[in-house]
């Protein structure tokens, strides 16, 4: 992905980076700097007012299209999970299913109910999700084996790229291990992660690269390959 000029006044502005195959970019600053707006417009949940976006050379559109961005492969992880990342009262086998059912699960408009379970079982077993049965409501999970299926439904598409804002908040340290081996596991297969987060160590620790924000503005871009990381002491002089 190639993002160039970038602007959402008041948001952000001039917002410029290529993401490459494999790779996780991390955007950091204080809260209210301009990062998960960043993610938003990126995931075509709002739209950006000036600059451009491109995947494998082709223009996305700046208007705001969430569908458009699913279709290329493009998914999202919001900060809030409850409000925006899964329905409450739905079962763990739905939450897991429903972005994929029109493209994997159906046919003529005919639920296939057999492969849907079959993946349900197999990604659940993957992602070590704990939970009583396929068919219990996803309130009664605890935040971590929520936290998995949100990041599970983008597995059963074809995932390019994978926005996270805050993709371990309110979770446990199990869990947030498990979460991170995830992402490590999905890079490896070609999968490219921008990151956002107002934890330094996640964000030092996930990163190959960390764009640093500043009341809008990306101030710094710090090399954060494993040989090169950067100090928390770094990140904090570069927010402030």
Not at 147 to 167: E, F
Not at 191 to 216: K, M, Q
Request: include cysteine; charge should be positive.
């Amino acid at each position: 992905m190639k993002v160039d000029g970038l602007g959402c006044e008041p948001h952000f502005r001039g917002v410029t980076f290529t993401l490459h195959a494999g790779e996780v970019v991390g955007l950091g600053g204080m809260r209210g700097a301009g990062k998960s707006e960043v993610g938003e417009v990126l995931a075509g949940l709002r739209p950006a007012a000036s600059g451009s976006l491109s995947l494998r050379g082709k223009e996305l559109p700046l208007s705001g299209a969430p569908n458009e961005r699913i279709r290329q492969g493009i998914a999202y992880v919001p900060q809030e999970r409850h409000r925006d990342g899964v329905m409450l009262d739905l079962s763990v086998a739905w939450n897991l299913t429903l972005a994929a059912l029109p493209r994997r699960f159906s046919r003529g408009g005919v639920l296939r109910r057999r492969q849907e379970m079959a993946a349900v079982a197999k990604t659940m077993d993957e992602l070590r999700v704990r939970a009583p049965s396929t068919g219990s409501a996803i309130r009664s999970l605890s935040g971590g084996n929520q936290q998995k299926i949100v990041l599970g439904k983008w597995l059963l598409g074809d995932l390019r790229i994978l926005v996270m804002d805050n993709p371990t908040r309110g979770v446990d340290a199990g869990a947030k291990h498990e979460i991170y081996a995830l992402i490590r596991g999905l890079t490896e297969r070609g999968v490219s992660i921008v990151v956002i987060t107002d934890d330094l160590l996640e964000l030092i620790g996930l990163s190959d690269r960390i764009l640093i924000f500043n009341d809008g503005d990306v101030v710094q871009t710090l090399d954060a390959s494993p040989s090169d990381k950067p100090t928390e002491q770094a990140l904090v002089q570069q927010m402030v």
